[in-house]
């Protein structure tokens, strides 16, 4: 008599269900995934104690009638597919015909469903896998499927389950990722009554995202959208300041489907390359579409990874897609704080108070008619504004070799004030506000025949209001020329606004300012990006010159490295390192670029050598990769460190160079160069709004 035999039902749907059940989440997973291929428009989740005590799901779909229920707890019974052509071209989200019976092998099990609010519904309790009772119930048109003690009948797997914690977060995650993928589904998911999820189903999926990651993530996320002849996709990827630690929040939508896909997320990883701090990864919702003859979801037993046809030509599109859009995309960082509300025109004015006397509002003829010195100032600035002689005790003079004048813009910006005053205005407001003789003297420079360019001052200027001084200036001519603008050949095309840098904090960081508010610069990243672009130029070039060295540097190495390092020194050379074996494990470097960073020559050799000797067998394929990681190198090591002071003139000339640089927004280590603060910011920091 043979010993094999065929297993009976129960217990082969108790061995499924520990492929398919593998904890609470799985459970949840396929009976969602039932629900939306019934066309439901809204799902309901309700969870306790992490899942083990009950799990039910309502949902508003097409519903069954009396005779589906009993099939659906039937093995591979389903309505998905019919033959094996079907399986190349599968749309729906379930197709094997196993959950049902396998989690109701597992758990006391109630489902009620019906296919039309005025028709009779049918309920069903299944209890180990054992059919129980069939009766009618009133039920609106869906489907209700309730677990209830989840692996009551296997003590083992109920013995090794995770904490509460733990396993409401697998719960969450999965229904987060159903909800990405089905942005026109209005979930809702509860754990012991309070409320983790909620979606509105109108078929965005940034306000999914919103609801999922908060509206602070939202607002920092850029839109992507391409296509090719095979595929399209869409969905939102993460701003460079919006990072995570690990990779989970990559969330790759295939086909309505959320796989896990290795290519996909490389992909996706190598276009944010440079930008993003090491071990930090975005927050990314892609949605591809094609054709499903494409791709086959038939691979893994929780249907949680694929197989893609022209792999490499979709994770290349991806690649370009997702440099494209941060290229476009991405800005200075800004600090994570209240954004100004819209349309707010009340405007705070402290009162004056006078406590001498009161005086009257007069109007603007009447008060200069009252007010000499007022009409004594004012003819003064007629007077300076056609280049005539001002009255004697504001006009030019020469006292020892020293011309006081006054800047045409500061004449041009007090008039404009002085034709601004309002008819309303109070004489005490303008005696107060009126100008001094001082005013009219910003500043001195000493007479062409006595000036001593070693001893000049250098005296700062407020931005754009004051002009420098014109050195040629004759003895009685007064002339004004404006201070140079940024030299940039690019700079309208610079994604980055000129910049006035105003100090250094701790000789790290630049402190800069424009009409848009204050600036933080770290000098070294932004001199990094710089390096970092030019050296890859370098490095790319064809014919790379080398200069020779005064005194050969000689390296040695073991013997297996020295004979990989022999068999690729056709590598070495294509960087323009002149090297050859010199007798034994040892090698002469002779000559080497002339751009390597001074004084850093012999340690940029020894880590080329070690590029070189850790690369793989296919070392030349890996040339880009190689010539990345040196110019990442060669930045760093050339570029200025921390409690390095700089000039005013450095940091003008710094922050010029980074404007015309291609991503002037991270370091090619991904840390962010500039941080913006705004006026709002720096204003809400200060309590100056509320």
Not at 140 to 160: D, I, Q
Request: net charge negative; glycine share 6%; charged share 20%.
């Amino acid at each position: 008599m043979g010993t094999i035999h065929v297993l009976d039902e129960h217990l082969a749907n108790m061995i499924a269900a520990g492929e398919v059940v593998e904890r609470p989440a799985s459970v949840v997973k396929e009976l969602v995934e039932n629900a939306i291929d019934a066309s439901a428009t809204t799902i309901e989740i309700h969870v306790e104690e992490g899942g083990l005590e009950m799990i039910r799901i309502v949902d508003n779909g097409k519903g069954m009638d009396r005779e589906d229920c009993q099939l659906a707890f039937e093995r591979h019974a389903t309505s998905k597919i019919s033959n094996a052509r079907d399986l190349f071209r599968i749309r729906t989200l379930g197709f094997r015909g196993e959950a049902l019976p396998s989690i109701a092998a597992v758990s006391r099990m109630e489902l009620t469903s019906s296919t039309s609010s005025s028709e009779v519904g049918t309920h069903l309790l299944i209890e180990g896998g054992q059919l129980g009772t069939i009766s009618d119930k009133a039920a609106v048109k869906g489907t209700e499927v309730c677990v209830r003690s989840l692996f009551f009948n296997t003590p083992a797997r109920l013995k090794y389950m995770k904490s509460i914690a733990t396993e409401v977060g697998h719960i969450s995650d999965y229904v987060n990722r159903l909800a990405l993928t089905h942005p026109s589904i209005s979930f809702l998911l509860t754990h012991n009554g309070k409320t983790l999820l909620q979606t509105s189903g109108d078929g965005k999926l940034l306000h999914v995202m919103a609801a999922i990651y908060g509206v602070q993530v939202a607002k920092l996320l850029l839109p992507i959208a391409g296509e090719t002849l095979d595929y399209k996709w869409s969905g939102y990827l993460s701003k460079t300041e919006v990072t995570r630690a690990n990779r989970s929040y990559l969330s790759t939508l295939v086909n309505g489907r959320y796989v896990r896909s290795y290519s996909i997320n490389n992909a996706i990883m190598r276009g944010y390359h440079t930008l993003l701090p090491i071990g930090r990864y975005p927050i990314v919702a892609l949605q591809i579409e094609m054709d499903p003859s494409l791709v086959d979801v038939n691979v893994h037993p929780a249907k949680l990874e694929a197989r893609f046809s022209k792999e490499d030509e979709l994770c290349s599109a991806i690649e370009q897609s997702v440099k494209e859009t941060l290229r476009q995309g991405l800005g200075i960082v800004r600090p994570m704080t209240t954004q100004p509300k819209a349309k707010v025109v009340t405007q705070v004015v402290q009162p004056q108070f006078d406590l001498q006397i009161s005086k009257p509002e007069t109007p603007q003829s009447s008060l200069l008619a009252a007010s000499p010195r007022l009409q004594e100032w004012m003819a003064k600035q007629e007077m300076t504004s056609k280049h005539v002689e001002v009255v004697p005790h504001i006009a030019p003079s020469i006292e020892n070799g020293t011309v006081r004048e006054t800047t045409a813009n500061y004449e041009k910006r007090e008039s404009a004030k002085v034709e601004a005053i309002p008819h309303e205005i109070t004489q005490a407001t303008l005696l107060d506000q009126m100008p001094t003789k001082e005013a009219f003297q910003p500043y001195e420079t000493k007479l062409p025949s006595q000036l001593d360019i070693a001893q000049a001052p250098s005296p700062v200027h407020p931005l754009n209001e004051i002009s420098s001084m014109d050195n040629s200036v004759g003895a009685g001519t007064e002339q004004t020329q404006p201070l140079p603008e940024a030299t940039n050949e690019n700079e309208t095309d610079s994604p980055v606004p000129v910049m006035y840098p105003v100090g250094q904090v701790h000789g790290t960081y630049i402190v800069a300012q424009n009409d848009e508010g204050m600036y933080l610069i770290d000098q070294h990243a932004a001199q990094e990006r710089i390096f970092y672009e030019y050296f890859m130029g370098k490095l790319a070039e064809e014919d790379i010159s080398s200069q020779i060295m005064l005194f050969p540097h000689t390296v040695e190495y073991t013997a297996a490295e020295a004979s990989k390092l022999e068999k690729r020194l056709s590598l070495l050379q294509s960087f323009g390192l002149e090297i050859e074996a010199f007798g034994g494990r040892t090698f002469i470097v002779r000559a080497h670029p002339h751009w390597f960073p001074e004084g850093a020559e012999l340690e940029v050799i020894e880590e080329l050598i070690q590029f070189v000797l850790e690369t793989g067998e296919n070392a030349q394929a890996n040339v880009v990769l190689m010539r990345e990681k040196a110019a990442i190198m060669m930045s760093c090591k050339a570029s200025i460190k921390a409690n390095r002071f700089l000039t005013h003139a450095e940091m003008e000339s710094l922050l010029n160079q980074l404007r015309k640089t291609s991503s002037p927004y991270t370091c090619p280590h991904g840390r962010p160069i500039v941080i913006h603060f705004t006026g709002y910011d720096l204003e809400k920091m200060f309590k100056r709004v509320m």
